[in-house]
């Protein structure tokens, strides 16, 4: 429904009333292309989801990378909360209800053979690699920023007043302060070219954006691998802190829309003998809305106790969630274009219709599973921009197209001086036009809330910007239930042959920016002079028909 969400990327232009920047055309060659472009969409989501759990990273025999003087390895960033229950149980019981942790598990480090055999045999340490758990309002102390130094690991320059050890991390700790950075310290032995981590749980007592780092400082460990998981739990679960209020979010909107529902079935029922074909529509979108929102409470909640994103439910929700936000425009474009209202068919653009639908379904299923099931924090940039652009140039058709078909809605109503009608559809134009201009701003509040916090420090009220849109959708599928209600008095908005004879075609054409063909326009003009002409002869206007009876007699 909204179509406003994924635009903010790109620079789009309200053309001339009528016009829309797209090129669907009827032709064979461009529905060839458009199939062309939703297979390319599609390989290359499937090239790019990884199914992965958030708050069970996994890593399977992934390279160091250089930074500074050191190799590390980003092993996970979570918000977690401060664990309510001071106690750690063993790794073999199963934790519970209460406590935040972060616990090693299978943690291998594999050196490159050459390493392993410059070493000595009967050396106990021969390597020596840094787990370190950092919260973001402590990344300064990382490092050697303090000692006026760029350096990651400790030199024997920044080693001689005793600060650091060589060939470690170098951490600056706080003696007042118990809770700044962990290091965990894993050391190679003798010629082995693999170590394991000790199992370990490192229990955490302060609420924070927490990021996870492993780093060497030995160059002689360039080419090492990391195997294994880490699992990451807050106190009522699994799920990431940033997404655990979406979970009672999304539980209050699948309420709402089981409300909805349940009063628009009983003003169907009540009045189901004058519904129109736009009521089905609007009953469509309901049931759509009502399984996304729970299908998103359920995969939530079963994040939340497995650790896992589940598969099934994932692609069910993700599915649920790019039909019903189809179908929300489809509807808006329908209604704009006075479908049920001022036309009773949508005569031959349904193919156009249908085409932009089905393309947007494709792009928008694609980048949504991407995000669902792609792991979040190898997210590229340039990847979530491939597949953000067509998702937004689709809605910026959308949008061009629905106020193109309103305006010439309210026109022609307005001409034919159809008072119940204009007064519904100035409603409703209203309606939108304000949630375009919160649509606006808030895309407008996204982008400085992301560019000032680039490390997530704001996890905590990060919920928010995708709870806006989801609450916006359903604030105008209301707005339309409410306006096009069922009622015992339905002629107050349905179709009537005397105010819908000349919306056969209204000329919105996709392809020639929404000019009528010259052929067209000449046989309408045809069609009205012959009209006027036959009320002539009927009428005998001007006199004109009694002349002729009396040439006739004489």
Not at 128 to 144: F, H, S, Y
Not at 224 to 246: A, E, F
Not at 270 to 296: D, F, P, S
């Amino acid at each position: 429904m909204m179509m406003m969400k994924n635009m903010y990327n790109t620079n789009t232009m309200m053309g001339h009333r009528g016009s829309v920047p797209c090129d669907f055309n009827s032709n064979p060659k461009g529905f060839k292309v458009t199939v062309f472009i939703v297979g390319l969409i599609l390989h290359l989501s499937s090239h790019f989801i990884v199914q992965v759990g958030a708050s069970i990273h996994e890593y399977q025999s992934e390279p160091f990378s250089r930074r500074s003087n050191s190799l590390f390895f980003h092993g996970g960033s979570e918000g977690l909360y401060a664990s309510r229950v001071r106690h750690i149980p063993s790794p073999q019981d199963k934790p519970f209800i209460g406590k935040s942790f972060i616990r090693f598990e299978s943690i291998t480090f594999q050196r490159p053979a050459e390493s392993a055999e410059k070493q000595n045999e009967m050396q106990q340490r021969t390597g020596l690699v840094e787990a370190i758990i950092v919260r973001v309002k402590d990344r300064t102390k990382i490092g050697g920023s303090y000692l006026n130094s760029e350096a990651i690991c400790c030199t024997p320059d920044l080693a001689k007043d005793g600060s650091c050890k060589v060939g470690e991390v170098i951490i600056h700790q706080e003696p007042d302060k118990l809770d700044g950075p962990v290091r965990i310290q894993t050391f190679f032995e003798g010629r082995n070219r693999e170590t394991k981590m000790v199992l370990e749980t490192i229990e955490i007592n302060s609420t924070g954006m927490y990021y996870l780092y492993f780093m060497f400082c030995d160059p002689e460990l360039v080419g090492t691998l990391i195997s294994g998981r880490t699992v990451w739990k807050n106190p009522d679960g699994y799920l990431p802190g940033k997404m655990t209020p979406l979970m009672t979010f999304f539980g209050l909107m699948s309420l709402a829309y089981i409300v909805l529902g349940l009063l628009w079935f009983i003003r169907f029922v009540r009045y189901w003998k004058n519904v129109i074909q736009l009521h089905y529509h609007i009953t469509a979108v309901i049931g759509l809305g009502m399984c996304e929102m729970a299908l998103w409470y359920f995969e939530y909640a079963n994040f939340n106790y497995t650790g896992s994103r589940p598969m099934g439910i994932t692609v069910w929700a993700v599915s649920f969630s790019a039909v019903k936000k189809t179908f929300s425009r489809l509807l808006l474009l329908v209604v704009s274009m006075g479908y049920g209202v001022v036309r009773p068919t949508l005569g031959n653009i349904t193919s156009k219709i249908l085409l932009l639908g089905v393309s947007y379904f494709v792009a928008s299923e694609a980048l949504e599973l991407v995000e669902n099931l792609g792991n979040i924090n190898d997210f590229s940039g340039k990847t979530r921009l491939f597949l953000v652009l067509p998702v937004a140039l689709l809605d910026a058709c959308f949008i061009l197209w629905i106020f193109s078909s309103l305006s010439k809605t309210l026109e022609k109503l307005q001409i034919r001086r159809s008072i119940a009608k204009l007064e519904l559809y100035r409603k409703f134009t209203n309606s939108l036009a304000i949630s375009v201009l919160l649509s606006v701003a808030w895309i407008g509040y996204e982008l400085y809330f992301n560019a000032s916090d680039p490390l997530s420090g704001l996890w905590q009220s990060a919920w928010i910007i995708p709870a806006f849109w989801t609450c916006l959708a359903f604030i105008l599928l209301v707005v339309i239930c409410v306006l096009w209600d069922p009622s015992h008095n339905p002629t107050r908005y349905a179709y009537s042959e005397e105010t819908g004879e000349d919306f056969e075609e209204e000329a919105i054409s996709l392809t020639g920016g929404g000019i009528m063909a010259a052929g067209d326009l000449a046989t309408k003009l045809e069609r009205k002079e012959r009209k006027v002409s036959i009320a002539a002869d009927h009428h005998h206007v001007f006199g004109l028909g009694e002349d002729l009876e009396e040439d006739k007699r004489e």
